[in-house]
Nanobody, 123 residues
Framework: VQLQASGGGLVQAGGSLRLSCAASGRTFSSYGMGWFRQAPGKEREFVATISWGGGTTYYADSVKGRFTISRDDAKNTVYLQMNSLKPEDTAVYYC?????????????????WGQGTQVTVSS
């Protein structure tokens, strides 16, 4: 599966962005999907994940209550709605697909990765 992330940009603290990740392939609905991010000089970290069917979601503590992951299997797309953004949310955001129904929070659980989209939050 090929993944294409979009929707990043520059936003002031307290603002919102919605990231999208479009996937190719007819079996998108069977993949667990996740979002990760990587800030300069830091390791890639888990942000959120959603199971196939969308019944299960899980978030990193740092984004819980501010970010929402969702998916539209008819459009082969997963979203990350980001509200109340903080400067520490600045990073390149990557979407990823797991060939398991639920990807989990470890980057090694994911087999396919998109190219990343830059999110910059100014103070």
């Amino acid at each position: 599966v090929q993944l294409q992330a979009s929707g990043g940009g520059l936003v002031q603290a307290g603002g919102s962005l919605r990231l999208s990740c479009a996937a190719s392939g007819r079996t998108f609905s069977s993949y667990g999907m996740g979002w990760f991010r990587q800030a300069p000089g830091k390791e890639r970290e888990f942000v959120a994940t959603i199971s196939w069917g969308g019944g299960t979601t899980y978030y990193a503590d740092s984004v819980k209550g501010r970010f929402t992951i969702s998916r539209d299997d008819a459009k082969n797309t997963v979203y990350l709605q980001m509200n109340s953004l903080k400067p520490e949310d600045t990073a390149v955001y990557y979407c990823a697909a797991s060939d398991r129904a639920y990807g989990g929070s470890a980057w090694s659980d994911y087999k396919y990765w998109g190219q990343g989209t830059q999110v910059t939050v100014s103070s």
